[in-house]
Every structure is written in structure tokens, then in C-alpha cells.
């Protein structure tokens, strides 16, 4: 589905980070994981990127994509957009879904790779879709980790759902996880991982080395699933 939209709303997740959210339209019908190609003018020309959505298929009033700002000619532009300018949306697209079809699920996001799980989760949460999710994030520090308070509001709603942030940079005064996600974050986070199910969401680097490392564990390849997300 294509259509042409006006920005409803942006939201400053933190210093480096913003959602755009567009008025949904009753047609438009997506599963929690998937993706958009958004089209905006820069100097009078259209050109396409593509975002996952970060709202869940629940929310009937708009859809949303997180975007971390960088010095790319694309992300600035979207760091200018205002209120009520068009953009054209086109979608949605994409395999890297979740909507309770295992039982036991590991979701591991690094950096601005939480936008599906951001869906994904909002989604199981709102249905009460039993399954465990533990959700393994890694960041640089505590304020770069965009939707800490929504992550802890759908922790405190949902019970199957645990939550483990992992900073590779952080404050001395950080209580939590240090370093990158790796094997031993897994296997000290989730013992019981040889039989869950993996959804990869972040860096290219991060998302090919967690796939070398659970292909090596002997996870089977049809319960990995990759998204890798490119900077621009």
C-alpha cells in the first residue's frame, strides 16, 4: 500500500533520537517487526529509505518510525521535518515478524535495532500472548538506550516479558550490565537458550557475529531471525 501522509507528531526519544508518527489509515494493515519505505523531498527531489515500524499493529490511531539523527543527508532532512509536512509512505514489507508463534523467543537489539521489538513487544503485551520474551539491549550508555520508560511500562504489564540492558560505555554510578552482547550474555541471561528462539535486530557487525556464534551453539537456522539495520 502507497499513500501520502502528513507528520502527525515527533517525539525526542533522547539527544540522538526521534519517532515520527502519521495519522494511520483504516486500510493500512502490518505485522508487529515490519518495515516502510518513506519518501520525503530534499531540494525538490524524493528520495526513499527504509524505516521498521516502531508502533504496534494494536495502536489504530497512527503508525510510527524511530529514527537515530546522524550527519547522512536523509536524517538530517528528517531531523527538519515539522508537523504537518507530507511524506509518502509505502508498505509494509518484510519476514522479520513476531506474533506469539513460539513459546520461548530471545530478542537481542542493539542500539536503534529496538524499533521492531518496540512492535513485536507492544503487540504481545497488549494481546496477552503468552509467550517468554527476554529482551537482551545493548547500548553505549544509559542515555542513548532510546524507550527505557516504555520498555519498563510493558515490563510491568506484561509478565512473561524480561528486560536485560547491557552498556558497553557506561556512568561508574550504572548498577546494571556491562559490555557487548556476546555468547556469554546470552548464556548468563537466558540459561536455557538452547531452546528458545532468536530474533537479531542492529549493526550489521553485531547481527553477523551473533549469528556465527548461535550457528555454533548448534541453534537451529529456522529459529534465527535477522534484520540488520545500516547508518544513514
Not at 516502531?54 to 527538519?80: C, G, M, Q, V, W
Amino acid at each position: 500500500m502507497e499513500f501520502e501522509t502528513t507528520v502527525a507528531e515527533i517525539i525526542r526519544r533522547n539527544s540522538e533520537v526521534k519517532s515520527f508518527r502519521f495519522r494511520r489509515p483504516a486500510s493500512f494493515q502490518f505485522l508487529p517487526g515490519q518495515f516502510l519505505m518513506v519518501t520525503i523531498r530534499i531540494n525538490g527531489e524524493k528520495k526513499t529509505k527504509y524505516f521498521s515500524i516502531s508502533s504496534s499493529p494494536t495502536e489504530s490511531e497512527y503508525i510510527e518510525f524511530t529514527k537515530r539523527i546522524t550527519s547522512h543527508e536523509f536524517s538530517k532532512a528528517l531531523d527538519n521535518l515539522q508537523v504537518g509536512e507530507t511524506v509518502y509512505l509505502n508498505g509494509p514489507h518484510g519476514k522479520f515478524t513476531f506474533t506469539g508463534e513460539y513459546q520461548k523467543v530471545v530478542m537481542i537489539a542493539g542500539g536503534i535495532g529496538i524499533t521492531p521489538f518496540m512492535s513485536m513487544i507492544g503487540y504481545c503485551t497488549d494481546n496477552r500472548i503468552p509467550a517468554a520474551i527476554t529482551l537482551l539491549y545493548g547500548n553505549r550508555s544509559e542515555e542513548s538506550a532510546a524507550f527505557k520508560e516504555e520498555l519498563a511500562n510493558f515490563m510491568q504489564k506484561n509478565r512473561n516479558l524480561r528486560i536485560v540492558h547491557s552498556l558497553s560505555r557506561p556512568e561508574e554510578t550504572w548498577k546494571g550490565r556491562r559490555g557487548h552482547l556476546d555468547l556469554t550474555t546470552i548464556r548468563e541471561e537466558v540459561p536455557d537458550y538452547q531452546d528458545a528462539s532468536f530474533y537479531l535486530c542492529g549493526p550489521p557487525a553485531l547481527v553477523e557475529d551473533l549469528e556465527r556464534v548461535l550457528q555454533a551453539e548448534g541453534i537451529p537456522e529456522d529459529r534465527v531471525y535477522v534484520e540488520s539495520f545500516l547508518g544513514y
